[in-house]
């Protein structure tokens, strides 16, 4: 049993009178400590399929377990608070909030002082020193506001970490560095990684290499290595 199964998962939009197949019967697992990206052309569906293990819609046919349970009867609002954690390309940092405020958000409480030395810690793992995780959000970079998503998705000790484009609007020393984050959150957190990315030299970096077929709606699946 992998940490996360993907069983003959069906997806489909509607398109005018008839329906367009997105995903088209699709199996896949995923490990706890693996680094997996997810490449495809535009529109051929990633976001989709991360939006379907994320728990925020749900297949029209197959199913998707958590440790062996599907995640409808876990509940997808539980499964999310607590097994997954998201970072998106545009970071979505609250904007009016210091770092510290956005992951102590995410914890689900605010002020409380034992969890404020947790969310330091965390931040400060991820590269985020305390005077920056005091600052506003809107008063860092673009890195390092990624960072600060990063360590709001992990938050709630999530298994899983997943990521659309989170480098998209990065520079490329930058991407580096928080592709490099990434890396270590799966190889010395044991965490389940999985990283959708336009961009074949973070590819190449992931153990596990899924891509998507836009016309036929399949994964074609490499392992790196
Ligand atoms: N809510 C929706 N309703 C209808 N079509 C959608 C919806 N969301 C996405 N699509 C279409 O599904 C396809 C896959 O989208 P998406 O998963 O965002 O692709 P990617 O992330 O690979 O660029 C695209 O053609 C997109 O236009
Ligand atoms: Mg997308």
Redo the contacts with the bound molecule.
Sequence with gaps: MALLDVNDVFFA?PDGDSV?T?LDHISVSFEKGHFYAIV?S???????FLTLIAGLDTAQQGNISFKGKDIREIGLWEYRRNHIGMVFQSYNLIPYMTGLENVLVAMGISGKTHMKNTAYELLESIGIEKNKANRNVRRLSGGEQQRIAIARAMANQPDIIVADEPTGNLDGETEDTIIGLFRQLARDKDKCVIV?THSEKIAKQADVILRLHATKGTFVIEENH
């Design positions: 939009y367009r997105i495809g535009s529109g051929s569906g990633k976001t989709t959708v």
